[in-house]
């Protein structure tokens, strides 16, 4: 799900560029084909500790896909990206080289540090760089698109660790949101997201839009209520709340997007 959220996003602020449908393709099949790469590393890398904690929902942990397999699958998927990249470009290719390039070392360890942010912030901040690139103008997207890329992707990173905390410090992973907590990972996760919306809404020159006067509110209604509900039934309230506020921020991403680019 997290590969074609990705995949999605780039393709929609492809279609903003005013790119032929054959560019569009093009930057969805690179997006994909790096996402897959990126998951399937990750979970190849992390088979050992995956089955140590009895991640069942980790098929190379369990044995039900091959490492041998993965591995393949990988190298495919890497090298079909970056050939997939130049379809857009020299300079988008390099660009989406370095995204990848960021996300492939999160799985080699990055992701154990306190600098585990870093990868996140630097994959999700470029991607608007590789999209506009590509583009029909081919120029770099505006500083507070790739300043919103790059908090959004932040604030999914300690989103998405939080379910697996316990799992993780079990096996030896410390990462930021490891360092800090559950409970600081979710604040800062809430606070990056909001952030995110606000830098969208004032980002782009001109009065803020109607879209940008309505998402950050509601990101915070949204965040309220998914802290209450939290407290009652558990984190789990907490986290989707999340998730629907970085829905939020990326529709708002296309929208704002759309008018710069």
């Not at 509900?229 to 997007?257: C, E, K, P, Q, Y």
Request: charged residues 10%; proline residues 5%.
């Amino acid at each position: 799900m997290p590969a074609l959220a990705v995949t999605a996003v780039a393709a929609a602020l492809a279609v903003t560029t005013g790119r032929s449908p054959g560019g569009v393709a093009a930057v969805a099949a690179a997006v994909f084909a790096g996402q897959l790469s990126v998951g399937w590393l990750n979970d190849l890398l992390d088979a050992d500790r995956d089955a140590s904690v009895g991640r069942a929902d980790k098929p190379v942990a369990v044995g039900t896909v091959s490492r041998e397999l993965v591995a393949t699958a990988t190298v495919i998927a890497a090298l079909a990206a970056v050939l997939l990249s130049l379809l857009s470009g020299v300079d988008a290719a390099l660009v989406h080289v370095v995204t990848l390039c960021s996300a492939w070392a999160y799985d080699f360890g990055v992701k154990a540090t306190a600098f585990s942010v870093v990868p996140y912030a630097v994959s999700f901040g470029l991607l608007p760089a590789f999209v506009t690139l590509g583009g029909p103008d081919g120029r770099w997207a505006p500083a507070w698109l790739l300043v919103a890329g790059a908090v959004l992707g932040s604030a999914a990173h300690f989103a998405n660790v939080i379910p697996d905390l316990e799992d993780d410090a079990a096996t030896g992973v410390r990462g930021l949101p490891h360092r800090i907590g559950g409970a600081a990972s979710a604040g800062v996760a809430a606070a990056l997201a909001v952030i995110t919306g606000v830098v969208l809404a004032l980002g782009p020159p001109g009065p803020v839009t109607t879209a940008g006067l309505v998402a950050v509110p509601l990101s915070v209604v949204i965040l309220l209520v998914g802290r209450v509900r939290g407290r009652r039934a558990g984190s789990r309230a907490n986290f989707n709340a999340l998730l629907v506020v970085a829905v939020v921020d990326v529709v708002l991403l296309i929208i704002t997007g759309g008018t710069e680019l």
